[in-house]
Every structure is written in structure tokens, then in C-alpha cells.
């Protein structure tokens, strides 16, 4: 997936509440297990970094390591409603 499209897929993402824009409560950064990543949905295999990202109150968030960057800038960005 191409880059633009991934910023596209996280804004949408985030506007549906499909992505929360917490930030992470605690992250790990390893190799990947063959988990679907939560941005893009491909598996994140052992060649790849994966970051996991500990939700408060929430599920474990799991990305490729480009996803998780892409998702940690957007989630920052102010939503329609901001000043």
C-alpha cells in the first residue's frame, strides 16, 4: 500500500473510531508474529518490525513499524471540530 493511501486508510480509520487517538499507554517494538497489522491489515512477519501499542482499557494495537508512524502523526492532527 502506498504511502498516501496508508494516511488516507488512518484518517478514516480514526474518524470512525476504528482507531483510537489515545497514544500508547506502553510500546514494544520487535519482530513481527504473522498478526494482521491494525492500519493496513497484512500480516507483520518476522522480516518486519512490529510495534505493539498497550491501550488503556483497550485491545493491544499491533502495526508495522511505517504504520505505526503513519497512525502515531495523524492521531495527533486536530479533528474537524478543533480550533
Same mark, same amino acid.
Given at each position: 500500500m502506498e504511502f498516501e493511501e496508508l494516511r488516507?486508510?488512518?484518517?478514516? $480509520?480514526?474518524? *470512525?473510531? +476504528?482507531?483510537p487517538r489515545?497514544?500508547?499507554?506502553?510500546?514494544?517494538?520487535?519482530?513481527?508474529?504473522?498478526?494482521?497489522?491494525d492500519?493496513?491489515? $497484512?500480516?507483520? *512477519?518476522? +522480516?518486519?518490525?512490529?510495534c505493539e501499542c498497550e491501550q488503556a482499557g483497550g485491545p493491544t494495537l499491533r502495526f508495522h513499524q511505517a504504520c505505526f508512524a503513519i497512525w502515531d502523526d495523524e492521531r495527533r492532527q486536530p479533528t474537524d471540530g478543533a480550533s
Open positions: 488516507t486508510l488512518t484518517r478514516i $480509520r480514526l474518524s *470512525t473510531g +476504528a482507531l489515545e497514544k500508547c499507554q506502553v510500546t514494544w517494538f520487535g519482530p513481527g508474529a504473522g498478526q494482521p497489522c492500519l493496513c491489515r $497484512r500480516p507483520i *512477519t518476522r +522480516a518486519e518490525i512490529e
